[in-house]
């Protein structure tokens, strides 16, 4: 079958799929449909209902794509691994699992344990506060976004980058995430649930393709300045 083809098959289940969204699935290693000698994607009845599988762990299980493919990986080596229920997540960071909203788990630490974690001190931790580099989760403590973001500010600080020349990072990552939240914004406003749920799962692989996309464009930035 041809990508057109496959598109239609899949949109009787999942309207919101596209062709950029398959080819983005690809890339990420989650299928792979054998090429023509022109160089034309062959997709083969097992690929299409790969790709299913992908879509509805994404629209039902919020999973970002790590995780789909760690599951397809152990179901094909005859492993029976447990996917989360719905009202679960697992959080990117740490690989930890966390239940639904107000749930006391692993995935959300204290300021001592936060402390502990980026090897800083009280002093630090709250000047980090301070340019809004760290922020307490609203219902407190800290999530694992926050543990990775610590350790990575300490790391940084160690090459003598200070929170003051850091805001500027914040500040593009609070206009990413305001990118985000505006294109997924209609599907978060859907009365069907499995519809929100597809929001989240767009929003986690926007966010991936994001970082890949500041990762890609810092280091040719480098490149161009070093040689």
Known sequence: MSIGTVLIQLRDEFPEVTISKIRFLEAEGLVEPQRTPSGYRKFAPRDVERLAQVLRMQRDHYLPLKV???????????????????????????????????????????????????????????????????????????????????KLVADLGRFGLEPRHLRAMRASADREAGLVEQLVAPLRRHRNPQTRAHAEATANELAELSVRLHAALVQSALRSRLH
């Open 68 to 150: 789909i493919r760690e599951h397809l990986d152990a179901l094909a080596r005859g492993e029976q691994p447990q996917l989360p229920s719905p009202g679960e997540r697992r959080d990117l960071a740490d690989g930890v699992w966390e239940a639904g909203p107000g749930t006391v788990t692993a995935a959300r630490i204290g300021r001592a344990e936060l402390l502990a974690a980026a090897e800083v001190d009280e002093d630090r931790l709250a000047e980090w506060e301070s340019y809004g580099l760290i922020v307490p989760a609203p219902e407190g403590g800290y999530d694992a976004e926050m543990v990775t973001v610590a």
